[in-house]
């Protein structure tokens, strides 16, 4: 069975500050693609960034980065220079043959 | 967007009656997906479909059934409603080929009474 599990329900981080959300999955294949999806009050899901299981470089899209640690099933989500827009629920997802989410970290932005 | 459209937006029912929501898709992707949200949970698999009336239960599929006739719908049903039923439904759809980046729904929000 494919799991995702995220272990921080909440996070706090200051404007401009750095903050690390944490995600580790189990799955038995050997490829796979890994997201993160952001969920504002909207309840819109926006795609933030993703990764190839295959490629060892870890992901960036501007501000968002990623911790890819395969051997450790380790997917770690970084935001850097936090703006109060970052404030939302931040999933993480996996696929593999089908999509599975974690249950979400809130993470709010103070000024 | 990738043209997904879920409907109603909102729904009150009363338990026991039979529900059934739409997700309508226009890019012709194989791939779509139910999820419930509920607090604390985050995003479960209901069921997911990987072609016409071809469909795979996902983690919490019991109450619920699908169908697909037509690549661009996917209908989920409650054959008999009942209150732990009510949360928020997702419909998802994935490209066929690469990363398989999913696009989503606005969601539904059922309420059972």
């Known amino acids: 069975a494919q799991t995702v599990t995220q272990s921080q329900p909440e996070m706090s981080v200051q404007e401009a500050e750095t903050v690390t959300l944490s995600c580790t999955y189990d799955?038995?294949?050997?490829?796979?693609?890994l997201f993160w999806y952001k969920q504002p009050p909207s309840r819109q899901m926006i795609l933030v960034i993703r990764q190839e299981a295959y490629k060892q470089q870890n992901a960036t899209e501007n501000r968002f980065s990623v911790n890819f640690q395969k051997a450790a099933k380790s997917f770690s989500l970084k935001i850097s220079d936090s703006q109060l827009g970052d404030a939302a629920m931040y999933f993480c997802a996996f696929y593999g043959n089908k999509l599975v989410f974690g249950a979400g970290t809130i993470l709010r932005v103070k000024s | 967007d990738a043209g997904i459209t879920q409907s109603p937006r909102h729904k009150v029912t009363e338990t026991g009656t039979p529900v059934t929501l739409r997700c309508h898709q226009t890019e012709n992707h194989r791939y779509m997906y139910w999820y419930r949200q509920d607090p604390g949970h985050g995003l479960r698999l209901i069921h997911y479909s990987y072609g016409v009336k071809d469909t795979d239960k996902g983690e919490v599929s019991d109450g619920y059934s699908v169908s697909r006739s037509k690549t661009e719908d996917f209908l989920l049903t409650l054959e008999s409603a009942t209150s732990s039923q009510t949360s928020v439904y997702f419909c998802a759809i994935s490209v066929d080929q690469g990363p398989r980046i999913a696009f989503f729904g606005q969601g539904t929000r059922l309420t059972v009474v």
């Open positions: 799955t038995s294949e050997s490829d796979y693609y």
